[in-house]
Every structure is written in C-alpha cells, then in structure tokens.
C-alpha cells in the first residue's frame, strides 16, 4: 500500500512555471513506478508523464514533452513534475500516482495505476 500527497499546485500567469511534488508514505517507493495525471473539468484523466523506479527511463506525454520534467529523489520517498511555458490548456487537478510494475504500453491507462493521490488543482491565466 503506498500513501500518495501532492502539493505545489496554484495559480500561475500562462507562459509560467510551476513544480508540483507528490510525497510518499507506506511501501517501498524505489520499487514504484511514479506517474503524474491531470484531469479538467469535463474530461478524462489524461496521462501526463511517468518516471521507472531509478529514473533512468521517463515517459512523457507528447502534449508536455520539452515544457514538463518528471524527476524523483528516492531518498525523499517524493516524486516532482517541473512544469514551463504553462499554457491555459494545462489547466486541471493534477493527481500523482503509483504501480509497483507495469508494462509500457499500459504507461498512459489510469486504470493500470492502483494508487492515486488526491489531487492538486493548477489553474493558468492568461
């Protein structure tokens, strides 16, 4: 069972930054796969990115890929999504999440993620 917290949501000029961390608790982080979604009001979970359990692979999505960095720090048991050149379309709750193992196909499924945590809200103005 991992325990999942994101924090570092807010509201931030369009063309801003923003650094989102999700902290973990319970089992074993380094042997989770850690994953950022974000979901606006109306629509699907959306896949954003996702890191392996010693960062040496990240995935992104190719709405984010140059703007966004997922990065981890395992002796913090915390994930961290480093987020630029915001647009008002990145506006949404952006909710961390964990697997111990998934295939990478499966990567961008929220259903093949069983731990989330609750949520940060992200708001763009532009």
């Known amino acids: 069972q991992v325990h999942l917290g994101e924090s570092g949501g807010g509201l931030v000029q369009a063309g801003g930054s923003l650094r989102l961390s999700c902290a973990a608790s319970?089992?074993?982080?380094?042997?989770?796969?850690m994953g950022w979604f974000r979901q606006a009001p109306g629509e699907e979970r959306k896949f954003v990115a996702a890191?392996?359990?010693?960062?040496?692979?990240?995935w992104h999505a190719d709405s984010v890929k140059g703007r966004f960095t997922i990065s981890r720090d395992n002796t913090q048991n915390t994930v961290y999504l480093q987020m630029s050149s915001l647009k008002p379309d990145d506006a949404a709750v952006y909710y961390c999440?964990?697997?111990?193992?998934?295939?990478?196909?499966?990567?961008?499924?929220?259903?093949?993620?069983?731990?989330w945590g609750q949520g940060t809200q992200v708001t763009i103005s532009s």
């Open positions: 999440a964990a697997v111990e193992r998934i295939g990478q196909p499966n990567i961008p499924t929220p259903s093949y993620w069983p731990y």
């Open positions: 319970g089992d074993t982080f380094s042997r989770h796969v």
């Open positions: 890191i392996n359990w010693n960062g040496s692979k990240t």
